[in-house]
């Protein structure tokens, strides 16, 4: 907590700010405080930044709708418009570093460059959308700062902590003044989404698993900082609903009211207890008897984000499908068959309708079930398309991660979304590991319509399960599970697990050493960073646990430990089991926080 | 995109504060002049298509804050760009002096050896002229630039600095032709030499 703590002292302000949070005028926004030099290149690298990341044209209107707002929320004069657009049409990108030298360099930003970030938070969010876009664009700006990225979800966090807290620590006349503006800003508003009056303050129910139990007493007072002041002055509750889902429920909540299509099963379990202004969905692709037995347990040590869940879908079919694959490589075919079996699948020679008829023994047991599955699969996308589309899970970013036929939904959710509109800002990253889909970049560049962040695509060159299950959809091997989608986007990252993944049940055997491998954080990660965040704070207490967590897979290891509450954590993607091993042991003194919290 | 444009060229304009730069573009770009116009703030942009020799070029120009709290953002645009308009005020001889620190931090911060330089005295217009002519064109030939003279408000010389650059530009295919090859253009018929005297004796092609 102690990390948290001086977040707030610097961050927030939270008390004299507060007292003062309904008037406006008295809110000095963070960006506003530079001069106008600093301003102009803090606009203008977000600006770059945006022509960067963005450079569709589907997204022109993104860019400089946002460009146009930044420069009024930075108070910067319309004549500096014209400039700025041209920034954000990808002009001036020479200039990216001399920006983020001046900002660096700016007394006020020289100790904390972090107020930025926030800055940006508060901007981002103060329509009550906080859109994918925009927390890309705020993570590429915080690393073109060099600010270690776990400031921006440090910052995330203590805004919704601040949120929780400082709603009894309401003073008596910030809350008078408080309900003087509510009356006058009459709350008809409030009321449509929802509004509970309990007691003095106005409580959302936000209740169900996903909606965060936000009480929400005018986010004027309760924000304390003044970037944020300004975001709760227009209507705080307003935009707090409307991040969380006003609907209340939430995707836990969800419930299919008719069956869809084919589809039996679909529900979202929670992985986490935890609130987050962006959330992660995991995506199981089969499941087996035993350890394996439930959607949540390949996901154990995963910590993505402090607000988690997972997707439960047909189980019926998936353990079918899982318990086949069991048998399938322990027992029913022995071990030199299975040799045989990925020497023949994978060196290309059989196409799908010449396979010796030794192997279609192999065959009936798999191909039913496979074939069900990966019908289904491609529905249950379909659906969470338009479960996200609709804003089940509130204006709020969504990270989706799959393996196997789990990516699969993943995909096809993604191409779905593709052909809606308004589809764009809402998916951050995706990942898909070991996917049973195309492997063409043609059909996946239409995905990149909708993923703001990165599409990473796990794959591996020995899965020989995977290259003969799929045999029957397409002629060629050209499967995205076993080898780099070759696509020309900033945003495609081809990660090859050969190295971690033997066969293709590995996927759920090794799911942590994965998520490692393609950089979505872990429990293990987020403790060791926690540990190095309180150096000097009293003794870390959590050193044990972290070890205990190197057996990986253990579901209860650390889940108590939950390391979302604020602690400071690190993100590095690793590129292989061996350097895992050496940053365990070597690299907290790398991880401590250089900068941010003087 | 214009299918016949040429090339797309960086120009960028530099030069003490209140010199007369946002209000040389302005006549370029609007053909209006404004004697009230507002300081720029960080930098300003526009971008205008022109014709010179037969090639349409479009130009997007960088139009920089002269003002010294502005001075740490200058550095970012000078890279990439291929021609840079130097400018100062024929009334005020401390714009004039102040030009070599302008050629310093041109030297520090672009990126290409090559770029075409055009110094325009601006305000001719005016009576209390403490720059002569013949400084101007010295200092210009010194550091091998181009020179003319020129008044925003009466227009005089305005196109022709702008023209004069363009061409020199085009006829320095080192400048541009990497840009304009990925969109498949050939070059060898656009070297036919020009000589400098379409601007009625104000430039001077050194």
Redesign the interface.
Known sequence: MAAEEKWNDWAWKPHSAADQAGDKDSCILLGQQL???GR??YA?LCGISLAWLFPEKEQSSFRIEFIEGLVKWLD??D??L??M??FASG??G??????AQ?LL?DPILKDNPVVITQDLVSFSLKDGYYDARARVLISHITWLLRIPLEELEALEESLLESLKEQKEEESETAEVSRKKKERRKKLKRYLLIGLATVGGGTVIGLTGGLAAPLVAAGAATIIGSAGAAALGSTAGIAIMASLFGAAGAGLTGYKMKKRVGAIEEFEFLPLTEGKQLHITIAITGWLCTGRYGSFTAPWSSMLQSSEQYCLAWESKYLMELGNALDSLLNGFVNMMAQEALKFTVLSGIVTALTWPASLLTVASVIDNPWGVCLHRSAEVGKHLAHILLSRQQGKRPVTLIGFSLGARVIYFCLQEMAQEKDSQGIIEDVVLLGAPVEGEAKYWKAITKVVSGRIINGFCRGDWLLGFVYRTSSVQLNVAGLQPVDLDDRRMVNVDLSSVVSGHLDYMKQMDTILKAVGIKTKECRLKEKGSARLFAPPAKKTPQAAGSEARGEESAVRDEDAADGGHWSWEPMDSPDSLDTSRDGARPCLSLPTGTP | MDEDVLTTLKILIIGESGVGKSSLLLRFTDDTFDPELAATIGVDFKVKTISVDGNKAKLAIWDTAGQERFRTLTPSYYRGAQGVILVYDVTRRDTFVKLDNWLNELETYCTRNDIVKMLVGNKIDKENREVDRNEGLKFARKHSMLFIEASAKTCDGVQCAFEELVEKIIQTPGLWESESQNRGVKLSNKEEGYGGGACGGYCSML
């Not at chain 1, 020479?94 to 920006?99: I, N, Q, S, Y």
């Open positions: 001069e106008e030099p102009f290149a203008a910067l004069p004549a500096v014209s400039a657009t041209a002009l001036g020479e200039g990216t570093e001399t920006f001046i360099k």
